[in-house]
Each structure stands twice: as structure tokens, then as C-alpha cells.
């Protein structure tokens, strides 16, 4: 019997939504939250062959979902309107950190890259997009850099 890794992300995500139902900080922005920003993770592992951290954390990562000792942490953040990288504010992390930004299709129930930024890179601005009521630092997607350059910054090239 074949297992698809989208069931078992449905589970952690599933797992940590009941573990966040009820926590002050708790927003779901969107239908299947966890589950995308876990497919956004399984990509990002699958790809740089990286270990994923399926512990459940009632604090959350501390704003690093991988991290490299060549350079330090990644964190991955994955939308189904990439237009934008957001880092929450009071979430931006700007020395030793890297901020993936995936894109994710309903369609092929699939993630993808769309580009990186380094911590530093995000200017001090903050703005809500939309309805939500969330104050976000944002670069432009145009302005992210390639996939094809983050190995050598992670060292692993």
C-alpha cells in the first residue's frame, strides 16, 4: 500500500490546529492554513534534503522551520497568492535568517518556489493586506531572489 505524503501532512496539519484552537494568537487566515504552510515545508525538505521537525510546538518554532550551521535559519512561508513574502510584525527575524516564500495551487494540491529574501532585506514598513488584520513586514515578489542562488548562501552547494 502506497502512502501519499499529502495524508500525512493533512494529519499534522489537522494536529496542529487542535493544538492552536484555543491559544490568544490563534488566526487561521484561511481555509487549510496548517496544511499549506506544511506543504510549503515538505517542498523545501524534499528539495535541499532536510529533516522536518514534526514535533508539536504550543509556542510555535521560534521562526526557523530549518537550519543550516553554514549560515543559520529558513523559514518558509507559503501562500496561495504569493504575491508578496510577509513576515508578521514582531516575527522578523533579520541576522543569520532566510525567508522562503512558496506558492501553493488547489488545483494540483501542490506547492512550488516562487523566490528568498534575507532577513535584512525587509525595510522597517508595515501594512495589512486585504481583510486581514494582521500588520506584516512585505517585499515585493519581483524583488526576491532566485532559488537557484540559495544553496551557495546555505551552503550546501
Known amino acids: 500500500m502506497k502512502v501519499d505524503y499529502r ?62 550551521p553554514g549560515f543559520g535559519g529558513v523559514d518558509v512561508k507559503t501562500a496561495r497568492k504569493p504575491y508578496n513574502l510577509l513576515v508578521e510584525e514582531g516575527h522578523l527575524l533579520r541576522e543569520r535568517t532566510i525567508y522562503v516564500q512558496c506558492g501553493y495551487s488547489d488545483t494540483t494540491d501542490s506547492s512550488y518556489f516562487v523566490g528568498w529574501a534575507f532577513g535584512w532585506d525587509f525595510d522597517p514598513p508595515v501594512r495589512r493586506f486585504g481583510e486581514s488584520p494582521i500588520w506584516n513586514h512585505w517585499l515585493p515578489r519581483r524583488w526576491l531572489y532566485s532559488m537557484g542562488q540559495l544553496p551557495t548562501v546555505l551552503k550546501v552547494a
Open 7 to 68: 495524508d500525512i501532512l493533512r494529519q499534522e496539519a489537522a494536529a496542529r490546529e487542535s493544538l492552536h484552537r484555543h491559544h490568544a494568537s490563534s488566526r487561521p487566515l484561511s481555509k487549510d492554513y496548517e496544511y499549506i504552510g506544511l506543504m510549503g515545508e515538505y517542498l523545501f525538505a524534499d528539495t535541499y534534503n532536510q529533516p522536518r521537525d514534526r514535533t508539536l510546538r504550543p509556542q510555535g518554532d521560534g521562526g526557523w522551520d530549518f537550519y543550516f
